[in-house]
């Protein structure tokens, strides 16, 4: 099959002998933190944390970027994400952009949504991006950090838990060496050997329907719009979903019987006169072909000890809903900022426990909403079917039908219930509560240049932060915590008015941001003490 | 808001008429595609969620009690 994508990105990289294998015994190497796995979330953990001036070791056990587009759609957070780690503009130069999906029935069209129905922000709903092309911008950026030292064909093989961290035994093509780590942090994927050497149980739900995808590259004018079909003309009593990506390649996922053969069905030639039915014509191109059941599941600790799981190998999802890799890298955000202040000593290592609480729930609501996107598509039950029959009909001529038709519910990031929320005192019609995630809006530079909350929080160096809407004086803020100020003398101007209406701001209103952009604690009038009790709830202090 | 179980038209047997009238001259299949339909309509209707719950734990005891009749009755 083609591989067009090799010219315009690396994905190839050679083992390195390093000289942590020269030790052994009471001379063996100690490191803070040892990231395992350099997948996106992986890699994204490791830029997060070396910008914040921890040195990290990636190993990864292969030597190369993975075949296939597999994760293609980024979603708005994730973005944002990748703008602080200094990669989100490549992104999106090379993604498709795309906010609208459309769901039909038959031939006809049942509805349509928008998934960022308002202007003002500065990053889509959504990027279409081959995962291919996110690792290997996420890899040059990390060859751009001396922090990161990335370790390609190191494979670990054992794992001792101790008290104070964790003795990994690592095999090259060399043979195997072994490193100390205070922390571990398992990015290894859905068939994680870390997990099993913790010995984790990792159960849940199986799904029985197959999936096909077929990533095909031909010329078309289809709008860049998620097109999702139940019962298609081309492709009878199933689903089928079309998505477009860069480089004239259009991904297609047609639902199979739970009982075809999965060797049979891969092959080009029986999967050819499927896409072609589809399409109406022959004049495309394979680029991938995978077959795939899936499973809906999650590690019930994310944190063993030492040992902290991230992304796939610590929860696992139906795609529909782009849950995969966006919750992933939600994960690594998540910890990033908490293993910084715990390895810098600047709260108790106590405030990981919060990553798993928070992250936990985000990978549960994750499983509930695709499990019932995937109920959906594959009813289990004669009347099962009918009930989606007759939500599919009911859709034609009622807005609740069309709300109740699940061809998967697009990833947003949670809301967490979380320890290190302040809750609300004062009385509020609207805003993100303490647990959402900070809210984007343009904003007018007092030089007059224009801007976004999300550019002013990263310039301010993604830690705490106060985000106040000018009344008088500027806010007593604590040391150490950033400051991005609406309105008033010297500040950045809501010339839109939509800062102001996004956060139900009034003169004085202040939102206290954690480093990973969720709110701590918002006040109508922020007091030091307040503050001050606020910061150190959110940092785990109490 | 709780699920009302008391009598609420004036006219029950009109009520009971209407459902089953709908279904006359329909297959089992056909009465059952109905029923999934009304049921949708009906909720929505309703839209309070802890109700609906309410009206579905009723439901579903009737049909345990009433298979559970049965068994004893084979036993």
């Not at chain 1, 994927?189 to 990792?202: I, K």
């Not at chain 1, 996922?253 to 030639?269: F, T, Y």
């Not at chain 1, 796939?312 to 809903?321: E, K, M, W």
């Not at chain 1, 805003?431 to 310039?459: K, N, Q």
Request: net charge negative; hydrophobic share 40%.
């Amino acid at each position: 099959m083609a591989s067009a994508h090799t010219a315009q990105a690396k994905t190839q990289f050679g083992y390195r002998r390093h000289p942590d294998q020269e030790r052994s015994g009471a001379n063996i190497a100690e490191h803070p933190v040892v990231v395992v796995g350099a997948g996106p979330v992986g890699l994204s953990l490791a830029i997060d944390l070396a910008q914040r001036g921890q040195r990290v070791v990636l190993l990864d056990d292969a030597d190369r970027i993975g075949e296939g587009s597999r994760a293609i759609c980024f979603s708005k957070r994730s973005l944002e994400f990748w703008d602080r780690l200094g990669v989100g503009d490549r992104m999106v130069e090379k993604g498709v952009v795309w906010s609208v999906g459309k769901i039909f029935h038959g031939a006809s069209q049942l509805y349509q949504f928008n998934l960022l129905p308002e202007e003002g922000h500065k990053r889509p709903a959504f990027i279409n991006l081959q995962q291919f092309y996110a690792e290997a911008y996420l890899v040059d950026r990390v060859e751009q950090l001396p922090d990161i030292d990335l370790r390609w064909r190191n494979k670990v093989i054992a794992l001792e838990s101790r008290n104070d961290g964790v003795a990994l035994t690592i095999a090259t093509p060399e043979g195997s060496y072994q490193v100390y780590a205070s922390f571990v942090v398992a990015c290894d994927g859905a068939r994680s050997s870390l997990r099993q050497m913790v010995g984790a149980e990792f159960a849940g739900q199986v799904f029985e329907d197959q999936f096909l995808i077929a990533d095909v590259k031909m010329t078309a004018a289809f709008p860049t719009e998620r097109w999702f079909w139940f019962d298609p003309p081309f492709h009878a009593g199933r689903s089928a979903l079309l998505h477009r990506q860069p480089d004239d390649i259009w991904r297609i996922d047609l639902q199979l019987n739970p009982d075809a053969d999965p060797v049979a069905e891969k092959q080009p030639e029986n999967v050819r006169p499927r896409i072609e039915r589809m399409l109406g014509h022959d004049k495309f191109e394979f680029e991938w072909i995978s077959l795939y059941k899936f499973q809906c599941r999650r590690m019930a600790k994310f944190i063993h000890g030492r040992v902290i799981f991230a992304g796939d190998s610590a929860h696992q999802v139906s795609p529909f809903g782009a849950r995969g890799a966006n919750s992933g890298l939600e994960d690594a955000e998540n910890l990033a900022w908490k293993l910084d202040r715990v390895l810098r000593r600047a709260s108790p290592e106590g405030l990981l426990e919060s990553y798993h609480i928070e992250r936990s729930a985000a990978a549960d609501e994750n499983i509930r909403e695709s499990t019932r996107s995937t109920d959906f598509m594959a009813p289990v039950t004669k009347q099962e079917a009918r009930l989606r029959q007759a939500v599919l009909s009911l859709a034609k001529d009622t807005e609740f039908g069309k709300r109740m038709v699940n061809g998967g519910r697009l990833s947003v990031p949670s809301v967490y219930d979380t320890p290190l929320s302040s809750g609300d005192r004062d009385s509020w019609r609207g805003g993100p509560r303490p647990g959402a995630s900070m809210l984007d809006a343009p904003v007018t530079e007092p030089g007059g240049g224009s801007s976004y909350l999300t550019e002013v929080f990263i310039r301010q160096g993604t830690r705490f932060t106060l985000l106040e809407f000018g009344n008088g004086a500027a806010a007593d803020v604590p040391e150490g915590v950033g400051s991005i100020r609406l309105g008033g003398e010297g500040g950045l101007v809501d010339a839109q008015g939509l800062a102001g209406k996004r956060y139900d701001a009034e003169p004085g209103t202040a939102y206290l941001l954690r480093p990973d952009g969720y709110v701590a604690a918002r006040f109508r009038n922020a007091t030091r003490p307040a503050l001050d009790a606020a910061l150190a709830r959110a940092s785990g202090l109490n | 808001m709780a699920l009302s179980t008391s009598s609420n038209f004036a006219k029950p047997d009109d009520a009971f008429r209407a459902i089953v009238e709908a279904h006359r001259g329909l297959t089992d299949a056909q009465s059952a595609d109905l029923d999934a339909a009304l049921v949708l309509v009906l909720a929505n209707h309703i839209g309070d969620l802890d109700v609906l719950r309410e009206a579905i734990a009723l439901a579903k005891r009737r049909t345990l009690d009433a298979s559970q009749q049965q068994q004893q009755q084979q036993q």
